[in-house]
């Protein structure tokens, strides 16, 4: 087969590759600087909360989140653990306490994520998996409080190896000790809501077989979806409607008082003859009066 030879004179090839430059720059203008952040809604029985995920702090986690919310699983998922002062967990089990069919694990990106600068802290939602690491599937959790233990640590060297683990200094072998300091994932935090969060982690719980702390009454994700129109995101302080405490206002010292000269005393005056002495009445008492003897 014959080459077909290019009839573009050095000239023409000149224009084409300026004119291609100028519509690179004009659509590379043109383009957002950076994606507004993903946002999900989660319509439970008792309120809605809404999350917003942050892609560069833990991607794989982020995607894998967002497909579970797309295919629809947590619709009918529950909050099936939760402990006050601590968090809420959900996203696995039906309302009778069925595990739902889940996707393969993912790598778990808690370090990534604590580099971005995003903690298990009060607000914050992160994935929850078994002991091993990567081992994260659909469950994750809202952290209550500021959870610093679940964040990940660096070990000092040696095996067996001591650490300090929530205020308490703790030796184990180095392999089970690396499952722990890995830490857990968030991959963002509730932007409104949190007032339904603080519902949900005040609730009764019981026991039941292998599962400790489940609400009495259950907790039901009703649906869950990517919110087409994004909203503002809030400070947990405004979404409980806490007011920043205003500073005190400095007040200037006063200006000295000149000391007063002292004035000689007057002598008293004398009473006229006819004059009736005063006697002042006894303030009000706030005890009993006592009872009178006969």
Do not use: W
């Not at 077909?4 to 590759?17: E, H, I, N, Y």
């Not at 959900?90 to 009778?96: A, S």
């Not at 009495?216 to 947990?236: D, F, H």
């Not at 005190?248 to 009473?271: G, I, M, Y």
């Amino acid at each position: 087969m014959m080459q077909r030879c290019s009839r573009f004179t050095p000239l023409t090839t000149a224009l084409l590759f300026s004119a291609s430059l100028l519509i690179s720059s004009v659509c590379y203008s043109a383009a957002p600087a950076s994606a507004t952040p993903p946002q999900v809604e989660l319509k439970t029985n008792v309120g809605t909360i809404v999350v917003e995920l942050y892609p560069e702090a833990a991607p794989k986690t982020v995607k894998n989140f967002l497909q579970y919310v797309k295919s629809g699983f947590y619709n009918g998922t529950i909050f099936h653990r939760v402990i006050n002062n601590f968090m809420i967990q959900g996203g696995g089990m039906t309302k009778d306490l069925k595990d739902k069919k889940m996707n393969a694990p993912i790598p778990l990106e808690a370090q990534m994520a604590f580099d971005h600068g995003l903690k298990n802290e009060t607000g914050t939602i992160a994935m929850a998996r078994e002991e091993k690491p990567n081992t994260a599937t659909s469950e994750f959790f809202i952290n209550v409080a500021d959870n610093d233990f679940l964040n990940p640590s660096t070990l000092p060297d040696g095996d067996p190896v001591s650490f300090m683990r929530r205020g308490t200094m703790r030796t184990m072998p180095r392999a089970e000790a690396l499952l722990i300091a890995a830490g857990y994932a968030p991959f963002g935090r509730v932007i409104e809501g949190m007032d339904v969060v603080n519902q949900i982690k005040e609730v009764q719980t019981y026991a039941i077989g292998e599962n400790l702390n489940v609400p009495l009454k259950p907790i039901i994700i009703l649906s869950a979806k990517i919110l087409k129109q994004p909203i503002t995101p809030k400070t947990i302080a405004e979404q409980l409607g806490i007011k920043p405490v205003e500073p005190t206002p400095v007040t200037a010292p006063a200006e000295p008082v000149a000391p007063v000269t002292p004035v000689a005393p007057v002598a008293p005056a004398t009473p006229a003859d006819n004059a009736t002495p005063v006697i002042n009445a006894p303030a009000a008492s706030s005890e009993p009066a006592a009872a009178q003897t006969n």
